[in-house]
T-cell receptor
Framework: DTAVSQTPKYLVTQMGNDKSIKCEQNLGHDTMYWYKQDSKKFLKIMFSYNNKELIINETVPNRFSPKSPDKAHLNLHINSLELGDSAVYFC????????????FGQGTRLTVV | GQQLNQSPQSMFIQEGEDVSMNCTSSSIFNTWLWYKQDPGEGPVLLIALYKAGELTSNGRLTAQFGITRKDSFLNISASIPSDVGIYFCAGSGGSYIPTFGRGTSLIVHP
């Protein structure tokens, strides 16, 4: 029944590893995002996809690569993880590009050691 | 880019007190949203505002879209312990992409 679900909820990994976070929404929305929340709780948009197409790519290192196999899924792959990548990553969706209301997943707490 | 100033940064209140927080923007917004984030969870949408001057309530919560379209306010009346959390404002202009404030952390003492 969860509208926006992401896995895993917790991810602890070593520097240099590659990891993925998966996100799925069952709201029938066209647009999905990835946000990063830092230790001070600031929410910053990273990427936005609309109908599987990338429409926003904020200043994010190339090590971060989103992938949308269909409009209900938006995954985030991170290569060569660094300590500074430690944060909570939120997936969110909204109905379409003309609608602002975003619905968030529970978050993935990534800890790089 | 758009800048959102949210204040206060944190609030410590007694149960039963009313709470007010606000956000101001450097640019005009078409939509204002207010979210609440509980520990270990994602932000949950509380109220959405679409017109300047609009006043909308959700239970004990009331939010207003400022007349200048550059600010918004959230009030919580008769606070209870479960109101604890971080409250975020978010606004968007023509892009419809929400920009978030830095949050107001609310602690309610029983």
């Amino acid at each position: 029944d969860t509208a926006v679900s992401q896995t895993p909820k917790y991810l602890v990994t070593q520097m240099g590893n590659d990891k993925s976070i998966k996100c799925e929404q069952n709201l029938g929305h066209d647009t999905m995002y990835w946000y990063k929340q830092d230790s001070k709780k600031f929410l910053k948009i990273m990427f936005s996809y609309n109908n599987k197409e990338l429409i926003i790519n904020e200043t994010v290192p190339n090590r971060f690569s989103p992938k949308s196999p269909d409009k209900a899924h938006l995954n985030l792959h991170i290569n060569s993880l660094e300590l500074g990548d430690s944060a909570v990553y939120f997936c969110a969706s909204r109905r379409d590009t003309l609608n602002t209301e975003a619905f968030f997943g529970q978050g993935t707490r990534l800890t790089v050691v | 880019g758009q800048q959102l100033n949210q204040s206060p940064q944190s609030m410590f209140i007694q149960e039963g007190e009313d709470v007010s927080m606000n956000c101001t923007s450097s640019s005009i917004f078409n939509t204002w949203l207010w979210y609440k984030q509980d520990p270990g969870e994602g932000p949950v949408l509380l109220i959405a505002l679409y017109k300047a001057g609009e006043l909308t309530s959700n239970g004990r919560l009331t939010a207003q879209f400022g007349i200048t379209r550059k600010d918004s306010f959230l009030n919580i009346s008769a606070s209870i312990p479960s109101d604890v959390g971080i409250y975020f404002c978010a606004g968007s202009g023509g892009s419809y992409i929400p920009t978030f404030g830095r949050g107001t952390s609310l602690i309610v003492h029983p």
